[in-house]
């Protein structure tokens, strides 16, 4: 099937689309023939988008965080947009790199509201109708965060462990349904996170990538459109994505001085 017709019959609902993941995800989808919609909280980046992706896009302004919005927003969706085949859970997002004794508590509850409650919302507000039709693809952008922790991870990995868990707790709920669920957990990504990680501090986000070649946007829109175009009868649990020039390391060991 050519890939500008693979997804004709679909609708995509995106959230977090504003950037990054979410916005690469928009456009792969919308090339390959879907019509999608797109939602995040800056209204002048989801014009921007909408524009680029023409009548094939429908734009909502929301914040994954606020309970009614979500649900309104599906609610009062445009007819032709209401039969959503396939919901990518993006918006998320990582504050600060501090300990745990260290770090802002309000920044914990912005990622809990955000990276968990937020996915909650979403997959809540949406997730009947696709029981209803018996069709559907729930993504989840979690991390590799959520498996292998660092120092400084410690609510951010938490809200992708949770998210791997809730995933995979999904597909045993949807046993018996013909409702996928991947869960696609990325690496090293030059998108705006850093950025945001770092509270718009520019050059402390462009260490994070420095000497190294990390993975891009496209990569996991790329990513995300191949788990949705496998057969309907193959589900991709999860997908573990690292650069290259990404890997392990051992254990971290406190020695006392001899």
Known sequence: MAKERALQNHTIFVTGATSGFGKACAIAFADAGAKVIISGRRKEKLDELKKTLGVSAHATLLDVRDEKQVFAAIKNLPENFRNI??????AGLALGLEP????DLKDWETMVDTNI????YATKAVLPGMVVRNAGHIINMGSIAGTYPYPGGNVYGATKAFLKQFSLNLRADLLGKKI????????M???EFS??????DEK???KIYAGMTPLTAEDIAETALWCVTRPWH?????????PVEQAFSGFAVSRKSS
């Open 117 to 120: 409650k937020g996915v909650l």
């Open 180 to 187: 996928r669920v991947t869960n696609i957990e990325p690496g």
């Open 195 to 200: 950025k945001i990680r770092f509270k718009g």
């Open 234 to 242: 193959v589900n991709i649990n999860s997908v573990e994505i690292m």
């Open 85 to 90: 085949t396939v919901l990518i859970n993006n």
């Open 204 to 206: 402390q986000a462009e």
């Open 100 to 103: 745990s004794d260290g770090a």
């Open 189 to 191: 990504v030059e998108t």
